[in-house]
């Protein structure tokens, strides 16, 4: 995996490209957002993450799409438990992962930030080859938009308290930021 700086893209994964995406205003990418979703709640591998990314899924299908099946919603990167990763945004556009959201005062994170999803759920550990992928995307990140900082890396949960949880009490935020500093 490989970030290519002009065109926002990763190289050497699997590129879904999403609709639900805009250009980004005039601002410097200074926020690293993290989440975990799961589709249907807490069953892995199942492609209805991308299936929702790319407004396609069927509401038909599970009780719980009827629910979130009209939602325009997407992320630049989902991290699968096996590690595989999917890009669905340019990171030089706004992907519309964040919602109603607010960092050091700052509304509308997803004008600056860049989300990954975590495949995952609040009550379950991640893995140990999500943790690995996930630290090497921030560090290519960090290196591509040197204002993300450590200090500037957080939880949906921390930018959107009360509306969300994620990425859960179960993601080690220790573990993460201390192999950041490797």
Known sequence: MLLDRATGWCQGIQHCPSANFNERPDAEI????????????????TGKVQALFQ????????????SIADLRVSAHFLIERDGEVTQFV????????????????????NDFSVGIELEGTDDQPFTDIQYAVLIDLTRQLQAAFPAITTQRICGH?????????DP?????????LAALQD
């Not at 690293?32 to 591998?45: D, E």
């Open 30 to 45: 200074s926020l690293l957002v993290i989440h975990n979703i799961s589709l249907p709640p807490a069953q892995f591998k």
């Open 55 to 66: 407004n396609r899924l069927d509401p038909a299908e599970h009780p719980y799409f009827a």
């Open 90 to 109: 340019s990171c030089l556009e706004r992907a519309w992962h964040a919602g109603v959201s607010r960092f050091e005062g700052r509304e509308t994170c």
């Open 157 to 165: 949960s921390d930018i959107a308290p009360g509306r969300k949880t």
């Open 168 to 176: 859960g009490p179960f993601f080690e935020w220790p573990r993460f």
